[in-house]
């Protein structure tokens, strides 16, 4: 049992190693040689550029200016200072509401702390059962629930709280997202023309023997949509060609780095081995390797015109775009057909967002995929350790020397084999750990979503399901998940909570100690960014010649939801589940919301680059999983005072849940509907002003080339695109080739299909 | 236990009295009397008028045809004659479909059983654990699972039995939903032109201080959807007036039926009480009381004029009619403004299927609403017992006795001592099963559904609730729901299946009974319509003066999907949970479903009157239903093996319900959307054959009248609609009333709204 002192020790420690992180940043940024680690935002608006020539060529790499040193937390309000309607037009909606994240920790604990402290605090505090019980007890225990005794009517002070606390939290949930739900729609109704108000993805289009997909689509539309379809794009199967071009860059990059190698030092020609990464195989000339090398992926020209030439590389999906984004938005709700997994239609993502690989999958297999994935979760999540747990048992002495007999005598060197028998089990997990966002991604991918802010949305769930359960379940009652899983299996359903609450207690001190380590800490590392300072200054040593390149050598980032965000939510749910029971934890929560949203707020304005826009479509996920960590809170809480012989407090307690559930259904039927669909009013009015504004508009053309798979977005291929006039539709028969087109093979005469024209490949029958 | 003499026995019985309730049918259905009570269908098709008045006066009462009597059980291939399609025509979808639900039964385990005969009896019954044991046991018990000697690998023959029987019943489901799905949309396609397919219901209309509702929704339909909307009909609350019209009509009933006595009898002016009920009050001449009560009722025509005129009775709801089927299915499928729970748009019911009540309620009462019937729902499954017990408690000799000394005497008796202490405890216990659907359909009322279809839908799954809680668990396990609940929330999950598993052995005789008796017999009296016959007797004899009041008294009646799905559900639940446990089972239900088929053929033929037709739409919850019964006989079979010393079966047998529950996502998601939305391709077909037919049709006149409130389609109200001329509303702007008026307060020039004009409401600000 850790006593106050012991806290304080820790704390005190913590906040030396974040305030180190924050000096080291306070110094590092202000070296004009780290600008563009610590500034790349403004880089890529254009805003800023490399730090002038004039002066001395020390100041170009340190700054000398003694005074900037004295300001060193400048940033802090700094980063505050920016309003947010300019912080929505510098970063986006994305970053603007992800920021909103914190503040909502900000206000749902600063009440919740203030009047924990002032009531539920004294009353605890004001009891001697552990006094007068054997058992060991610190400071912190003395403040917190268990200092009641058993059946003590002090209880109802808790419960009046939990009640307190619910609404509180629920009533700033329900403000909050009124506010978003606003702020998406006021962004939706001002943001300027863009190609994905317009369009429409359209999947699992069927095969048709007599025409080709782009006729298909046209006719299709033309017949159901007559007044509002105005062209179309099929999509490409390009991932081949998308695999040759990388390869060809990377062929490229290794060949600038060994011709720069040899323009240093002129005298050694550099070699390279040609086998698997350049560690084996036989040596050769690096520069004319690599030339040949390139050469060979010439083919990729090929390669593209075959894309473009073949019918079998058109996959059964398509982007249709519409006159007016009424029929868009009326398209993208509506069911098209009698085969609800045919004629799939809904909003285009943004074409910067859209996520090429996965257009083609067939509906079948994406629920096929589905439950694949949800048997993998689950399995990730319970039996994660078994893997681990035989790499580790591989990676050990015994293990090694068996595998590597001649390191036998290193190895048995007694540092090193401390080192070995301390480290070596925890790396495993480390690694696991590190590469687990990107083994969720991956499930997100293979489950077959087509954007990539949906990707990052359904990563970001599936993170939080693992570390609920291997972080917090896993602490609090100790042991894997696996063992959990066998323990809840085997009790009770009214056993769990009891089993949570009770121990829950007794962790309240190892979660103090977490929050300051991995919240404090971590945001504190955050801000320094540690990787991508390194990384930039070995490219910019090794790689860099021009200022295009120096441009992608930095590596902005982006607010990584994916996994950032399951994160903030884990500390909501310490938050909620420990307010009632140990307040004396909430004061850390504030201070790492706090934080946070300090730090975040500056690395979204100075660093952070998001690639998309999703005008935020998260938030819904946000709500739910506050939502979930709210009625967590209430089942444990139930439980511990079950186990308090407040037993005749169950049916007060129980009604908590299901009215937060209720809520959760309100705001569901009430809000989320913003976010999913687009109310045809707004989009009346939207085209009604841009009538007004722009009658002569030529929208066909300023759609022609928004949906082209970005490999085909090189310099010559733009030409291939014609932009035909508009065409009038009205009052006209559909050409079919169908039926009598065996003796006059018209083709189609209006096609509105802007991609290269396709060769007929219909089969006479 | 019970032998199979025994069950043979049983068998015989209930065979025999179900025969007898056959033979009564048959008899009593031949008497030209009866005719009315056992053919309304054809009655009121007009098809078949009274018995000729031809032959003497007994003929017309009584068949003397001998020969006819011989052919008694003709009506059953009679009944099977009909092909589907007539059927469709005959009845409407919904009665050929709910048919189906018989012959699913059929499919399903016609299959099974010859399987599980073939290979589980055998298997059974070739060992001698039951002969070696020292339990009791019958010969049922030897060809069930129970005579498998625990651990032994014979199981696997029962394992691999469950994997083909739930194959088998979810290949039948995937082409019974297909065949429904087909049916469904080929009778939406090929019905003639109705209301309904062309009107979209509009709830939730915002109030606007400058306009009337019918003026609001005009100006917001012409400017959202300019090129589709038509015209609208305002919704009136007209409760209380449907109200009086029903009590002048229940006088007016009265005042005939004193009138004939009086006729026959005009010696003697007919008498009656004013008090309640007719039991006491003074008394007073009873047609000279009716006339003036009747007189004071006419307040209902001031009643029905003010109605009209009033704007306060005009309720936030709109029929909103469109000019083609794609314009209604395209904003019955969008969301049509920002706040998701304002102008929310739906398919208008058919008019007769609107249930009117329900079309004013706001949104947020709803989910207020959905929580307390919930909340409601659970009381009602778990805690019915309590109320009754109470009531049983009041209903015994003593509780009779204080509450009326007078009666003691008599009570004493030793007769009617035994009679009431035999009988009273259980008819409170009858009374509350026969009221049951009643109010669960007064719930489902309350929860705020807008038409009687989905109002029978969700009774039906409350029923379910009910039914599968308090007939199947708590036959299982002997005792109350209320003692369930307590043993299952102290129970470990895993415990439960296993509970439910190792009862649901000796529960096998108990509910081959309960299929006899509750399924046979019931069936079997179903044809005979004891209750319709009795009181249509009484009502000719007391009532009938001409043919309108003989059709009158007719009540056929109508399927009643709220009680009698349910009820089936049970019948697939047993023979799931059972095929594999103890197969002897499945023939009684085979015979029940080929039983209540023929039986339900026939009544749909020629008694049922279906109130609505909502082209199959029950099929998603009839189909989620049996994928529920079959999971559950999954982990059922999977907690009986595990009491079996099978543990190592466990992971084998629960991949089942994982597959059956994907199985379940894979067809809500293929084939449910059939059943909810209207594809635009259909629409557009529908829409463009029309035009191609009827190009000068006038299709505002035709919609005019079809959303009124039925108390104002009385005969002199239709003068009062005028049938406007189809009006051009392209390239006009829409007047409003809204910033301007002040001034010039112009009246709406396109007032599409065939509703009564009514007086100009708006206040000046």
Not at 121 to 133: F, G, H, K, Q
Not at 362 to 385: D, E, G, H, Q
């Amino acid at each position: 049992m850790a006593t106050l002192a012991d806290i304080g020790l820790a704390a005190a420690i913590n906040i030396l190693s974040a305030f180190a992180f924050l000096l080291a940043f306070a110094f590092l940024r202000l070296q004009p040689i780290n600008d563009r680690v610590y500034f790349p935002k403004w880089y890529l608006k254009g805003v800023r550029s490399s730090p002038s020539r004039s002066g001395n060529i020390v100041q170009k790499f340190v700054n000398l200016d003694w005074r900037s040193y004295l300001r060193f937390l400048n940033w802090m309000p700094e980063a505050l200072k920016m309003p947010e309607p300019e912080l929505i037009e510098h970063a986006g909606l994305d970053s603007a509401v992800y920021l909103r994240i914190y503040l909502i920790g900000l206000k749902i604990f600063i009440p919740i702390t203030v009047l924990a402290l002032a009531i539920l605090v004294p009353v605890n505090w004001t009891n001697d059962t552990l006094a007068t019980s054997k058992v060991v007890y610190s400071d912190i225990d003395k403040l917190s629930i268990s200092n009641i005794p058993k059946g003590s009517n002090r209880f109802w002070a808790h419960i009046v709280m939990a009640y307190v606390f619910t609404f509180w939290t629920c009533y700033v949930l329900l403000k909050e997202y009124e506010i978003v739900e606003s702020m998406r729609l006021h962004f939706i109704a001002t943001e300027r023309r863009r190609p994905d108000q317009f369009t429409v993805l359209v999947r699992n289009i069927p095969p048709d023997p007599d025409e080709s997909t782009s006729e298909l689509v046209e006719h299709f539309f033309l017949v159901n949509h007559p007044d509002h379809y105005l062209t179309h794009q099929v999509v490409y199967n390009a991932n081949n060609l998308a695999k040759l071009v990388k390869k060809k860059k990377q062929m490229q990059n290794w060949l600038d780095y060994y011709q720069l190698k040899y323009n240093r030092n002129p005298s050694k020609r550099p070699t390279c081995k040609t086998g698997f990464l350049g560690l084996w195989g036989s040596t050769v000339d690096a520069i004319e390797f690599y030339i040949s090398e390139i050469e060979k992926l010439s083919k990729e020209e090929i390669e593209r015109e075959k894309v473009r030439k073949d019918p079998k590389s058109v996959v059964p999906a398509a982007f249709v775009s519409f006159r007016t984004r009424w029929g868009a938005a009326v398209c993208a709700q509506t069911q098209q057909t009698r085969n609800p997994t045919q004629w799939l239609t809904d909003w285009a993502p943004e074409p910067r967002d859209v996520y090429w690989q996965n257009l083609a999958i067939p509906f079948v297999y994406l629920t096929i995929r589905r439950l694949i994935v949800i048997v993998a979760l689950f399995f990730l999540t319970f039996f994660y350790v078994i893997p681990i747990a035989f790499v580790q048992s591989l990676a050990n002495i015994e293990g090694i020397e068996k595998a590597a007999p001649f390191l036998k005598k290193l190895i048995e060197k007694h540092v090193i084999k401390s080192f070995i028998q301390g480290f070596l089990p925890g790396i495993a997990l480390k690694i696991f750990l590190i590469l687990l966002p990107t083994i969720l991604m991956f499930m997100s991918k293979f489950e077959g979503y087509t954007s990539l802010s949906s990707l990052e949305r359904k990563s970001a769930g599936k993170y939080y399901i693992f570390l609920f359960v291997n972080v917090f379940l896993c602490s609090i009652i100790t042991g894997t998940a696996l063992q959990q899983l066998d323990v809840f299996i085997h009790q009770s359903p009214n056993q769990i909570p009891k089993t949570i609450g009770a121990s829950i207690l007794m962790k309240a001190t190892f979660f103090i100690t977490f929050i300051m380590v991995d919240g404090w800490a971590g945001i504190a590392g955050e801000v320094l960014r540690l990787k991508p300072l390194i990384i930039f200054h070995l490219k910019n040593f090794f790689l860099v010649k021009t200022e295009k390149d120096r441009e992608e050598a930095m590596d902005p980032g982006s607010i990584g939801f994916d996994s950032s965000e399951p994160q903030i939510q884990l500390y909501f749910l310490l938050g909620l589940a420990y307010a009632v029971v140990t307040p004396f934890l909430l004061p850390f929560i504030i201070i790492f919301f706090g934080l946070a949203y300090v730090v975040f707020r500056h690395q979204i304005i100075n660093v952070y680059n998001q690639e998309y826009e999703s005008a935020a479509a998260f938030w819904p996920s946000v709500h739910g999983r506050i939502i979930t960590a709210l009625i967590i809170s209430q089942l444990v809480l139930l439980g511990l005072l079950s186990t308090k012989n407040a037993a005749q407090s169950t049916p007060v307690l129980l009604a908590l849940p299901i009215l937060t559930i209720w809520f959760h259904l309100y705001c569901k039927n009430r809000y989320e509907p913003a976010f999913v669909k687009y109310p045809l009013q707004e989009a009346m009015m939207k085209d009604t002003l841009e009538r007004a504004r722009e009658p002569n508009l030529d929208l066909k053309a300023y759609l022609s080339n928004a949906y082209i798979h970005p490999v085909f977005k090189g310099g010559e291929e733009d030409d291939d695109f014609s932009i035909a006039d508009e065409q009038e539709y009205e009052q006209v028969l559909v050409p079919t080739k169908r039926q009598s087109r065996k003796n006059t093979p018209v083709p189609s005469k209006y096609n509105g299909s802007s991609s290269p024209s396709l060769p007929d490949v219909a089969q006479e029958p």
